[in-house]
């Protein structure tokens, strides 16, 4: 159980396009999901808290108008990066957290390559 | 503000011998989770251990095992019998009011 999916695996596109990643919880509700960026050899970074119903919460530095989520269930949030640029390009992870467990454990996906040529 | 630090950007060990994983944590809550994830060449995070703060007993999987020392706000992971599919990078974690904050990761290395 507490599965997250996530799609694209990775994907190709072209400077200032944009892109959305779908992050699932296939067989439990998430209140609340989380969006993680990763650089190559880096630590995991937060970038926005996503609730179900609301708007989501960024991290500083984070510009909400370019990356765009949207949480409209309890098992599917989106990010979208508009007008993506080469900069952009990293390994985005969402993690989803289950309202059914008590000792807030995340639960990842398997992370979406993101390429901006 | 929640930080984890984790000091040891490498570590190596011959497999079937121990190892232990380094890390600080500072947050100014009372209730907090801790946690180690392993990240294997394919991204996936994978939960390794967690512990809760309010338990004073160090929890324990298989040959994984930590040492909470709530007072020091210190949290390592000792690896026990080391194996090659060991061999990945390992985030210490620390939930405290809500989202989630990682260490900058070790990378281990199982030699044969």
């Known amino acids: 159980g507490a599965v997250v999916s996530q799609h694209p695996s990775w994907v190709i596109c072209k400077s200032g396009t944009s892109v959305k990643i779908e992050c699932r919880s296939l067989d439990f509700q998430a209140t609340t999901m989380f969006w993680y960026r990763q650089f190559p050899k880096q630590s995991l970074m937060l970038m926005a808290t996503?609730?179900?119903?609301?708007?989501?919460?960024?991290e500083q530095g984070v510009e909400k108008d370019k990356f765009l989520i949207n949480h409209a269930s309890l098992t599917l949030s989106t990010l979208t990066v508009t007008s993506a640029h080469p900069e952009d390009s990293s390994f985005y992870i969402c993690s989803a957290l289950s309202t059914r467990r008590s000792y807030n454990e995340q639960f990842f996906g398997p992370g979406t390559r993101l390429t901006v040529l | 503000a929640q930080t984890v630090t984790q000091s040891q950007p490498e570590m190596s060990v011959q497999e079937a011998e121990t190892v232990t994983l380094s890390c600080t944590y500072d947050?100014?809550?009372?209730?907090?989770?801790l946690f180690w994830y392993k990240q294997p060449p394919s991204r996936q995070m994978i939960l390794v251990i967690r512990q809760e703060a309010y338990k004073q007993q160090n929890a324990t999987e298989n040959r994984f095992s930590v040492n909470f020392q709530k007072a020091a706000k210190s949290f390592s992971l000792k690896i026990s019998d080391s194996q090659l599919g060991d061999a990945a990078m390992y985030f210490c974690a620390l939930v405290a009011i809500g989202d989630m904050r990682f260490g900058a990761g070790t990378r281990l290395t199982v030699k044969p």
């Open positions: 947050t100014s809550e009372s209730d907090y989770y």
């Open positions: 996503s609730n179900e119903g609301s708007k989501a919460t960024y």
